[in-house]
C-alpha cells in the first residue's frame, strides 16, 4: 500500500478485565510506511492494545481493521498469516539453538499451529526454503555471518536484533515491537533504532511498544500516547512532547 494508507485501524477498542476497563475507547491508525510509538506509564494498557491487535486477546467491544478488512475476534495464528507478525516481551530467543534456528522458527510458526509438529513434519524441500529465507533475514539485519552461532552467545542487543530478525521471517507488513530495548546499553539501543528506521524506510510499517522515552521520540514519526485505558494524545514527537496533559499524567512534570 502507499505510504500513509491506514494498514491497521482501531476504532472504539474496549477491553475489560472484569470490572477494569484496561482500554477504554481508543482510536488510532497505523499508516503505511511509519514507525508508531505506543507510550503510556505501567498499567495505561499498552500491553492490552498490543494484545488487540495481534489476536492474542479479543476486544470487548469496537473494532480493528487490517488494510480496511474487519479482524476484531481474529486468532493470533489468523491475524500472522495476513502479514502481521510481531515480536514478545517476554519470550525470547533460544539459547541452545543457532541463529538460524531461531530465525526459522519464525516461519514455522506462521506456516503451521503447533510448532513442534510442524517441526517434526516440515519436508526437505520446505524446509530448504524457510533456511534460506531465515539466512537472508538473518542477512538483512546484520547478523548473517553468525548464522551457525549458538543464540545463547550473543550480548543482548543482538539478541534482541535476532528477534526481529525471526518476525521478518516471510516478509511480513507490519512488525509490532514489545518494547525492544528494554535491559539495552546505550550503544545496542542507538543500533537497534538505526536497524529499524532502515526497515522503515524498507517498507516495514512498524507499532513500537517501549518505556524508554529518548529512543521513542528520536525514533518514530508519530505517537499515540496512553494513560488508565484511555488516549490521552497522539501526533509528532513534537507535539506530544509539548502537549500539558501528558507532560502530566506521562512525564509528571
Ligand atoms: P501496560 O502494558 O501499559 O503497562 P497493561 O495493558 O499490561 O498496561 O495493563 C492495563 C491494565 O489492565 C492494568 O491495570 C492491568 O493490571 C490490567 N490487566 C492487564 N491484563 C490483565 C488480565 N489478563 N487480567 C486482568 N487485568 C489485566
Ligand atoms: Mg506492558
Do not use: C, W
Request: glycine share 12%.
Amino acid at each position: 500500500p502507499a505510504t500513509g494508507t491506514p494498514l491497521i485501524q482501531v476504532a472504539q477498542a474496549v477491553k475489560r478485565f472484569g470490572g477494569l476497563r484496561a482500554v477504554d475507547e481508543v482510536s488510532f491508525e497505523l499508516r503505511a510506511g511509519e514507525i508508531l510509538g505506543l507510550i503510556g506509564p505501567n498499567g495505561a494498557g499498552k500491553s492490552t492494545m498490543f494484545n488487540l491487535l495481534t489476536g492474542v486477546s479479543p476486544a470487548t467491544s469496537g473494532r480493528v481493521t487490517l488494510l480496511g478488512q474487519d479482524i476484531t475476534g481474529r486468532s493470533a495464528a489468523q491475524i500472522h498469516r495476513l502479514g502481521v507478525s510481531r515480536t514478545f516481551q517476554h519470550v525470547k530467543v533460544l539459547p541452545e539453538l543457532t541463529l538460524l534456528e531461531n530465525t526459522m522458527m519464525g516461519g514455522y510458526a506462521r506456516a503451521h499451529a503447533g510448532l513442534l509438529r510442524s517441526m517434526l513434519h516440515l519436508e526437505r524441500r520446505e524446509e530448504a526454503a524457510l533456511q534460506h529465507e531465515a539466512l537472508r533475514q538473518l542477512e538483512r539485519v546484520g547478523l548473517g555471518e553468525q548464522a551457525g552461532q549458538l543464540a545463547g552467545n550473543l550480548p543482548l542487543g543482538q539478541q534482541r536484533i535476532l528477534e526481529v530478525a525471526r518476525a521478518l521471517v516471510a516478509d511480513p507488513a507490519l512488525l509490532l515491537l514489545d518494547e525492544p530495548a528494554a535491559g539495552l546499553r546505550y550503544g545496542e539501543k542507538t543500533a537497534l533504532s538505526a536497524l529499524l528506521r532502515r526497515l522503515r524506510d524498507e517498507g516495514v510499517t512498524i507499532l513500537i511498544v517501549e518505556h524508554d522515552m529518548d529512543l521513542v521520540m528520536s525514533l518514530v514519526d508519530r505517537l499515540v500516547v496512553m494513560s488508565s485505558g484511555q488516549k490521552l494524545a497522539e501526533g509528532t514527537p513534537d507535539e506530544v512532547r509539548g502537549n500539558p496533559a501528558v507532560r502530566e499524567a506521562y512525564l509528571g512534570v
